[in-house]
């Protein structure tokens, strides 16, 4: 098959925040010809999925600056600088829901939006939590509400919309493919 | 619960592309106080989820250029200003595949990536796929290989992280379930 790449040329920054570096590149493109490209660089995120003994999830409100509302998502948050990716889930959770969990498996990764940003989202599924009397606090800017639902409450909040991101919606989807395959394997 | 708003205080611009814009808002949390979010303005996208008759799909192989290599995804493309969603999924469809949908049904939509930008993207089903002899072209600066896998094929590359996005992973996983509930209905 063809190859695709595309070379830069040039790179100029736009723009360096706390948390993404925006980026145009000058490239060349597989014809020869040239062409211009929008990055936006990311840290990396994770996710953490967190499922107690009850079989209820543990989501957090929070206010999305970008959208102008609050959503219901899975605990998240950024990869510190030199930070293990198991390190920054167990964080988040303790930060977000004040639980830590007993196992923290592995499930997924993907890039969230590879047509503009390298942002990439590794997704673990948190169980054996926790509660914790005194726990990590929030950063100072942060600010959520935590749920506790069952996963028919989930779907039902997908349905609204109220669930209404990547991450949450695969979370939940992949959470209804794991008990088909309990019912299938029962029959 | 808590109301979780963040009012804007100020805004500044500091790129305006082709594809995304990027803002900084110094906003007031919750609790009165005052924190800066940085926000990547983004006109939305469609994808879809192309089935052949033999039970394939059709795949598109990309170079992305914010991850510095080609991955394979489900084809995709923004939404134009004023563009009605399905015109965009038809109209991307086409360009990039080269076959035109008999039957295009809304599947969902999610924020891909909420903490930073306001993408949201719209993934179809389409069935009863034709290919074109003459059809649209790409954008000028686009180059995509095309594939046609099957289901097991496509979960191998999502394993060997080929296929590596929120919406194609996503849309796997979907199909994954579909099976899994004709399978409980079959039994």
């Known amino acids: 098959m063809r190859n695709l790449e595309e070379k830069t040329l040039r790179e100029k920054t736009w723009f ?4 993404v570096k925006l980026v145009t590149a000058d490239v060349e ?20 999925l967190p ?19 609050a959503i219901v998502e899975i605990p998240a948050g950024k990869i510190e600088p030199s930070e293990d990716k198991e390190i920054t889930a167990a964080r988040e959770l303790e930060e977000e829901t004040g639980h830590v969990a007993g196992t923290l498996s592995y499930l997924t990764s993907f890039y969230t939006a590879p047509g ?17 009397q005194h726990h990590r606090p929030l950063d100072e800017d ?28 695969y979370a939940i989807q992949y959470l209804e ?3 088909l395959k309990r019912q299938l394997e029962d029959e």
Do not use: M, W
């Open 16 to 19: 360096e925040g706390r948390v």
């Open 142 to 169: 942060e600010f959520v509400n935590i749920l506790e639902v069952t996963l028919d409450e989930a779907k039902q909040l997908v349905e609204q919309q109220v669930i209404h991101d990547a991450k949450t919606v």
């Open 116 to 132: 503009f940003s390298d942002e990439l989202l590794h997704i673990y599924v948190a169980r054996d939590l926790k509660k914790l």
């Open 51 to 69: 499922i107690c003994d009850s079989g209820k999830l543990l989501l957090v409100e929070q206010y999305r600056k970008p959208l102008e509302k």
């Open 29 to 48: 493109l597989p014809d020869g010809t040239t062409g211009s490209r929008e990055i936006v660089k990311h840290p990396g995120a994770v996710a953490i």
């Open 177 to 179: 493919l794991e008990n």
